[in-house]
Protein backbone atom coordinates (compact mmCIF):
# COMPACT_ATOMS: atom_id res chain seq x y z
CA UNK A 1 0.00 0.00 0.00
CA UNK A 2 2.95 2.65 0.50
CA UNK A 3 3.77 2.14 -2.95
CA UNK A 4 -0.11 3.21 -4.11
CA UNK A 5 -1.75 6.75 -4.06
CA UNK A 6 -5.02 7.22 -2.69
CA UNK A 7 -7.77 9.47 -3.46
CA UNK A 8 -11.26 10.32 -2.22
CA UNK A 9 -13.59 11.46 -4.86
CA UNK A 10 -16.47 13.71 -3.53
CA UNK A 11 -19.25 13.95 -6.40
CA UNK A 12 -22.44 16.09 -6.87
CA UNK A 13 -24.24 17.25 -10.02
CA UNK A 14 -21.57 19.75 -11.24
CA UNK A 15 -18.37 18.98 -10.23
CA UNK A 16 -15.80 16.14 -8.46
CA UNK A 17 -13.88 17.29 -5.43
CA UNK A 18 -10.77 15.03 -5.39
CA UNK A 19 -8.35 14.51 -2.88
CA UNK A 20 -4.86 13.18 -3.99
CA UNK A 21 -1.53 11.94 -2.89
CA UNK A 22 0.59 9.22 -1.21
CA UNK A 23 0.02 7.94 2.20
CA UNK A 24 2.63 9.93 3.85
CA UNK A 25 1.67 13.21 1.45
CA UNK A 26 -0.81 16.04 2.43
CA UNK A 27 -4.02 15.41 0.65
CA UNK A 28 -3.92 18.04 -2.85
CA UNK A 29 -6.82 19.11 -3.90
CA UNK A 30 -8.41 19.34 -7.34
CA UNK A 31 -11.96 20.10 -8.87
CA UNK A 32 -13.00 18.23 -12.44
CA UNK A 33 -16.18 18.83 -13.98
CA UNK A 34 -18.56 16.04 -13.55
CA UNK A 35 -18.56 15.28 -17.73
CA UNK A 36 -16.98 12.80 -19.54
CA UNK A 37 -14.58 14.85 -20.48
CA UNK A 38 -13.85 15.94 -16.85
CA UNK A 39 -14.01 12.21 -15.94
CA UNK A 40 -11.44 11.19 -18.53
CA UNK A 41 -9.21 14.39 -17.30
CA UNK A 42 -9.58 12.70 -13.74
CA UNK A 43 -8.58 9.33 -14.96
CA UNK A 44 -5.18 10.96 -16.89
CA UNK A 45 -4.65 12.69 -13.32
CA UNK A 46 -4.72 9.71 -11.51
CA UNK A 47 -2.77 7.62 -13.89
CA UNK A 48 -0.13 9.90 -14.75
CA UNK A 49 3.43 8.54 -14.98
CA UNK A 50 2.46 4.81 -14.54
CA UNK A 51 0.73 5.32 -10.56
CA UNK A 52 -1.23 3.02 -9.34
CA UNK A 53 -4.24 4.56 -7.16
CA UNK A 54 -6.75 3.75 -4.78
CA UNK A 55 -9.66 5.75 -5.06
CA UNK A 56 -12.68 5.74 -3.15
CA UNK A 57 -15.91 7.89 -3.51
CA UNK A 58 -19.73 6.98 -2.25
CA UNK A 59 -22.43 5.61 -3.29
CA UNK A 60 -24.50 8.70 -4.82
CA UNK A 61 -26.30 7.19 -7.67
CA UNK A 62 -26.53 8.41 -11.00
CA UNK A 63 -24.16 11.63 -10.26
CA UNK A 64 -21.68 9.21 -9.99
CA UNK A 65 -21.93 5.99 -11.98
CA UNK A 66 -20.37 7.55 -14.94
CA UNK A 67 -17.11 8.48 -13.35
CA UNK A 68 -17.25 4.86 -11.57
CA UNK A 69 -17.66 2.98 -15.05
CA UNK A 70 -14.62 5.07 -16.03
CA UNK A 71 -12.45 4.74 -13.39
CA UNK A 72 -12.96 1.29 -13.49
CA UNK A 73 -11.93 0.62 -17.11
CA UNK A 74 -8.42 1.70 -16.10
CA UNK A 75 -6.33 -1.15 -14.85
CA UNK A 76 -3.99 1.49 -12.86
CA UNK A 77 -7.31 2.47 -10.96
CA UNK A 78 -8.77 0.38 -7.97
CA UNK A 79 -12.29 2.00 -7.12
CA UNK A 80 -14.47 1.30 -3.91
CA UNK A 81 -18.08 2.75 -3.79
CA UNK A 82 -18.39 2.98 0.01
CA UNK A 83 -21.18 2.89 1.95
CA UNK A 84 -21.90 6.54 2.80
CA UNK A 85 -23.47 5.66 6.46
CA UNK A 86 -20.12 3.93 6.69
CA UNK A 87 -18.40 7.25 5.61
CA UNK A 88 -20.03 9.28 8.12
CA UNK A 89 -19.59 6.95 11.17
CA UNK A 90 -16.19 7.28 10.19
CA UNK A 91 -15.68 11.13 9.89
CA UNK A 92 -17.02 11.01 13.58
CA UNK A 93 -14.88 9.02 14.45
CA UNK A 94 -12.25 11.22 13.18
CA UNK A 95 -13.84 14.12 15.34
CA UNK A 96 -14.60 15.99 11.98
CA UNK A 97 -17.72 18.62 12.91
CA UNK A 98 -17.73 20.69 9.90
CA UNK A 99 -18.77 19.55 6.41
CA UNK A 100 -18.47 20.65 3.20
CA UNK A 101 -16.82 19.53 -0.28
CA UNK A 102 -13.48 19.87 0.62
CA UNK A 103 -13.10 18.03 3.93
CA UNK A 104 -15.59 14.98 2.66
CA UNK A 105 -12.78 14.38 -0.28
CA UNK A 106 -10.31 14.16 2.28
CA UNK A 107 -11.99 11.80 4.82
CA UNK A 108 -13.08 9.40 1.71
CA UNK A 109 -8.98 9.35 0.93
CA UNK A 110 -8.81 8.57 4.36
CA UNK A 111 -11.70 5.82 4.27
CA UNK A 112 -9.89 4.25 1.44
CA UNK A 113 -6.23 4.80 3.12
CA UNK A 114 -7.45 2.98 6.43
CA UNK A 115 -10.62 0.82 6.07
CA UNK A 116 -10.63 -2.56 4.65
CA UNK A 117 -10.67 -1.77 1.01
CA UNK A 118 -13.22 -3.62 -0.93
CA UNK A 119 -13.20 -2.95 -5.25
CA UNK A 120 -16.28 -1.85 -6.42
CA UNK A 121 -17.01 -4.77 -8.95
CA UNK A 122 -17.77 -2.84 -12.39
CA UNK A 123 -21.60 -4.20 -14.03
CA UNK A 124 -21.97 -5.96 -17.44
CA UNK A 125 -24.01 -3.36 -20.13
CA UNK A 126 -27.14 -5.58 -20.21
CA UNK A 127 -26.99 -6.24 -15.93
CA UNK A 128 -26.50 -2.25 -15.67
CA UNK A 129 -29.51 -1.36 -18.56
CA UNK A 130 -31.81 -4.05 -17.05
CA UNK A 131 -31.07 -1.85 -13.49
CA UNK A 132 -31.90 1.30 -14.93
CA UNK A 133 -35.18 0.15 -16.39
CA UNK A 134 -36.63 -1.37 -13.15
CA UNK A 135 -35.66 1.76 -11.22
CA UNK A 136 -37.47 3.51 -13.71
CA UNK A 137 -40.12 0.92 -13.44
CA UNK A 138 -40.47 1.21 -9.75
CA UNK A 139 -40.39 4.88 -10.39
CA UNK A 140 -43.31 5.01 -12.85
CA UNK A 141 -45.78 2.61 -10.78
CA UNK A 142 -45.33 4.89 -7.60
CA UNK A 143 -47.33 7.26 -9.68
CA UNK A 144 -49.60 5.17 -11.55
CA UNK A 145 -50.75 4.25 -7.88
CA UNK A 146 -51.09 7.52 -7.08
CA UNK A 147 -53.05 8.53 -9.96
CA UNK A 148 -55.50 5.57 -9.36
CA UNK A 149 -56.09 7.18 -6.60
CA UNK A 150 -56.53 10.77 -7.11
CA UNK A 151 -59.17 9.29 -9.82
CA UNK A 152 -60.96 7.24 -7.15
CA UNK A 153 -61.45 10.35 -4.91
CA UNK A 154 -62.47 12.07 -8.33
CA UNK A 155 -64.94 9.83 -9.22
CA UNK A 156 -66.62 9.87 -5.77
CA UNK A 157 -66.72 13.97 -5.20
CA UNK A 158 -69.46 15.93 -7.01
CA UNK A 159 -67.46 19.12 -6.52
CA UNK A 160 -64.52 17.59 -9.20
CA UNK A 161 -64.96 19.13 -12.89
CA UNK A 162 -64.97 16.82 -15.64
CA UNK A 163 -62.30 18.21 -17.06
CA UNK A 164 -60.06 17.29 -13.60
CA UNK A 165 -61.32 13.62 -14.12
CA UNK A 166 -60.25 13.21 -18.14
CA UNK A 167 -56.84 14.81 -17.28
CA UNK A 168 -56.21 11.98 -14.50
CA UNK A 169 -57.62 9.51 -16.36
CA UNK A 170 -54.89 10.89 -19.67
CA UNK A 171 -52.12 10.83 -17.11
CA UNK A 172 -52.99 7.28 -15.98
CA UNK A 173 -52.90 6.11 -19.09
CA UNK A 174 -49.77 7.46 -20.35
CA UNK A 175 -48.32 6.01 -17.20
CA UNK A 176 -50.09 2.54 -18.14
CA UNK A 177 -48.72 2.48 -21.72
CA UNK A 178 -44.96 3.83 -20.05
CA UNK A 179 -45.08 0.93 -18.42
CA UNK A 180 -45.83 -1.60 -20.68
CA UNK A 181 -43.14 -0.30 -22.89
CA UNK A 182 -40.65 -0.59 -20.82
CA UNK A 183 -41.32 -3.95 -19.33
CA UNK A 184 -41.07 -5.29 -22.76
CA UNK A 185 -37.67 -3.53 -23.16
CA UNK A 186 -36.70 -5.55 -20.11
CA UNK A 187 -38.03 -9.01 -21.42
CA UNK A 188 -36.27 -8.56 -24.62
CA UNK A 189 -33.08 -7.73 -22.64
CA UNK A 190 -33.70 -10.65 -20.31
CA UNK A 191 -34.23 -13.18 -22.86
CA UNK A 192 -30.83 -11.56 -24.60
CA UNK A 193 -28.73 -12.83 -21.62
CA UNK A 194 -28.93 -16.59 -20.75
CA UNK A 195 -28.08 -16.07 -17.82
CA UNK A 196 -30.23 -13.29 -16.64
CA UNK A 197 -32.97 -15.48 -18.28
CA UNK A 198 -32.41 -18.54 -16.25
CA UNK A 199 -32.55 -16.45 -13.07
CA UNK A 200 -35.43 -14.89 -14.30
CA UNK A 201 -37.31 -18.41 -14.68
CA UNK A 202 -36.47 -19.65 -11.70
CA UNK A 203 -37.89 -16.39 -9.56
CA UNK A 204 -41.10 -16.98 -11.31
CA UNK A 205 -41.17 -20.44 -9.83
CA UNK A 206 -41.66 -18.96 -6.65
CA UNK A 207 -45.11 -18.48 -5.37
CA UNK A 208 -45.70 -15.12 -4.78
CA UNK A 209 -43.31 -13.55 -7.08
CA UNK A 210 -45.18 -13.04 -10.53
CA UNK A 211 -43.11 -11.89 -13.53
CA UNK A 212 -43.08 -7.52 -12.31
CA UNK A 213 -42.00 -8.56 -9.03
CA UNK A 214 -39.15 -11.20 -10.61
CA UNK A 215 -38.08 -8.18 -13.23
CA UNK A 216 -37.72 -5.78 -10.24
CA UNK A 217 -35.67 -8.32 -7.42
CA UNK A 218 -34.15 -10.02 -10.26
CA UNK A 219 -32.38 -6.70 -11.55
CA UNK A 220 -31.41 -5.34 -7.93
CA UNK A 221 -29.82 -8.73 -7.51
CA UNK A 222 -27.99 -8.88 -10.60
CA UNK A 223 -25.58 -6.00 -9.28
CA UNK A 224 -24.17 -8.29 -6.36
CA UNK A 225 -20.98 -9.42 -7.12
CA UNK A 226 -20.62 -13.49 -7.65
CA UNK A 227 -18.20 -13.94 -4.38
CA UNK A 228 -21.21 -13.01 -1.73
CA UNK A 229 -22.45 -15.17 0.65
CA UNK A 230 -26.01 -15.40 2.17
CA UNK A 231 -25.32 -12.89 5.11
CA UNK A 232 -24.26 -11.03 2.39
CA UNK A 233 -27.37 -10.96 0.05
CA UNK A 234 -29.67 -10.07 3.61
CA UNK A 235 -27.09 -7.41 4.50
CA UNK A 236 -27.27 -5.80 0.92
CA UNK A 237 -31.02 -5.90 1.74
CA UNK A 238 -31.14 -4.49 4.93
CA UNK A 239 -32.82 -7.42 6.54
CA UNK A 240 -29.98 -8.46 8.82
CA UNK A 241 -31.34 -8.02 12.96
CA UNK A 242 -30.08 -5.50 14.64
CA UNK A 243 -29.24 -6.36 18.61
CA UNK A 244 -29.07 -3.16 20.96
CA UNK A 245 -28.64 -4.85 24.50
CA UNK A 246 -25.86 -3.30 27.29
CA UNK A 247 -25.20 -5.12 30.64
CA UNK A 248 -28.94 -5.63 32.42
CA UNK A 249 -30.54 -2.20 31.87
CA UNK A 250 -30.53 -1.67 28.16
CA UNK A 251 -32.36 -4.40 26.14
CA UNK A 252 -34.37 -3.59 23.19
CA UNK A 253 -36.34 -5.49 20.79
CA UNK A 254 -34.55 -6.80 18.14
CA UNK A 255 -35.06 -5.44 14.75
CA UNK A 256 -33.79 -5.51 11.12
CA UNK A 257 -31.03 -3.19 10.49
CA UNK A 258 -32.74 -1.13 7.00
CA UNK A 259 -28.72 -0.18 5.96
CA UNK A 260 -28.92 -1.98 2.81
CA UNK A 261 -30.91 -1.80 -0.57
CA UNK A 262 -34.32 -0.18 0.50
CA UNK A 263 -35.50 -1.01 -3.08
CA UNK A 264 -35.14 -4.74 -3.03
CA UNK A 265 -36.03 -5.01 0.54
CA UNK A 266 -39.45 -3.09 -1.07
CA UNK A 267 -39.56 -5.37 -3.81
CA UNK A 268 -39.58 -8.48 -1.58
CA UNK A 269 -42.50 -7.20 0.42
CA UNK A 270 -45.55 -7.95 -1.39
CA UNK A 271 -44.44 -11.17 -2.51
CA UNK A 272 -43.52 -12.57 0.71
CA UNK A 273 -46.96 -11.13 2.19
CA UNK A 274 -48.44 -13.14 -0.82
CA UNK A 275 -46.34 -16.04 -0.13
CA UNK A 276 -47.17 -16.11 3.73
CA UNK A 277 -50.90 -17.01 2.34
CA UNK A 278 -50.83 -19.41 -1.03
CA UNK A 279 -47.31 -21.43 -0.35
CA UNK A 280 -48.07 -24.12 2.69
CA UNK A 281 -44.43 -23.89 3.81
CA UNK A 282 -43.73 -20.15 3.69
CA UNK A 283 -47.33 -19.98 5.44
CA UNK A 284 -46.48 -22.98 7.70
CA UNK A 285 -42.98 -20.59 8.35
CA UNK A 286 -45.20 -17.74 9.42
CA UNK A 287 -48.11 -18.84 11.68
CA UNK A 288 -44.68 -20.82 13.33
CA UNK A 289 -42.98 -17.42 13.79
CA UNK A 290 -46.73 -15.87 15.31
CA UNK A 291 -47.32 -18.70 17.15
CA UNK A 292 -43.91 -18.64 19.14
CA UNK A 293 -45.09 -14.60 19.94
CA UNK A 294 -43.95 -12.69 16.86
CA UNK A 295 -45.94 -10.01 15.96
CA UNK A 296 -47.37 -10.49 12.27
CA UNK A 297 -44.93 -7.74 10.95
CA UNK A 298 -42.06 -9.66 12.27
CA UNK A 299 -43.22 -12.68 10.65
CA UNK A 300 -43.56 -11.08 7.53
CA UNK A 301 -40.36 -9.56 7.42
CA UNK A 302 -39.00 -13.24 7.97
CA UNK A 303 -40.36 -14.52 5.49
CA UNK A 304 -39.07 -12.04 3.10
CA UNK A 305 -35.43 -13.02 4.94
CA UNK A 306 -36.22 -16.51 4.29
CA UNK A 307 -37.54 -16.11 0.71
CA UNK A 308 -34.32 -14.19 0.09
CA UNK A 309 -31.90 -16.93 1.49
CA UNK A 310 -34.54 -19.26 -1.34
CA UNK A 311 -33.55 -17.48 -4.03
CA UNK A 312 -29.69 -17.90 -2.90
CA UNK A 313 -29.91 -21.72 -3.23
CA UNK A 314 -31.67 -21.03 -6.29
CA UNK A 315 -29.36 -19.68 -8.02
CA UNK A 316 -26.50 -21.20 -6.47
CA UNK A 317 -27.77 -24.78 -7.42
CA UNK A 318 -29.55 -23.45 -10.25
CA UNK A 319 -32.58 -25.25 -9.34
CA UNK A 320 -36.26 -24.27 -9.27
CA UNK A 321 -38.39 -23.43 -6.14
CA UNK A 322 -38.59 -26.25 -3.15
CA UNK A 323 -40.51 -25.18 -0.05
CA UNK A 324 -38.88 -28.29 1.32
CA UNK A 325 -35.67 -27.05 1.53
CA UNK A 326 -37.37 -24.13 2.82
CA UNK A 327 -39.12 -24.83 5.78
CA UNK A 328 -40.57 -28.51 6.49
CA UNK A 329 -43.97 -28.76 7.77
CA UNK A 330 -44.43 -30.28 10.34
CA UNK A 331 -46.24 -33.93 10.45
CA UNK A 332 -49.38 -34.44 11.62
CA UNK A 333 -51.79 -37.70 12.42
CA UNK A 334 -48.42 -39.19 13.95
CA UNK A 335 -47.73 -40.46 17.45
CA UNK A 336 -44.99 -38.00 18.96
CA UNK A 337 -42.82 -41.28 18.90
CA UNK A 338 -43.58 -41.89 14.80
CA UNK A 339 -43.06 -38.05 13.86
CA UNK A 340 -39.86 -38.04 15.65
CA UNK A 341 -38.37 -41.62 13.77
CA UNK A 342 -40.18 -39.75 10.57
Known amino acids: MDKIEACGIEVSAQELVVAMGGKTQEAVLRRFANTACGHRQLRHALTRGGKRVRACMEATGLYGLDVALCLSAHAGIELMVANPRAVRHFAKARMQRS ?5 DAVVLREFALRMEFTAWTRPQKSTLELWAIARRLEALTKQCTAEKNRQHAAGISQAMPACVRASVART ?4 QREIQKLRAIAKRGIAGDARLQQRYRLLCTIPGIGESSALQILAELALLPADRDVRQWVAYAGLDPREHRSGSSVNKH ?6 GNRHLRC ?3 MPALVASHCDPHLRGFYEHLVAAGKKKKQALTAVARKM ?7 FRWDRPYDGDCVYRLPLTGLTPQAAKIA
Open 308 to 314: LHAIFGM
Open 254 to 259: ARISKV
Open 99 to 103: KNDQL
Open 172 to 175: LRSL
Open 267 to 269: ALY
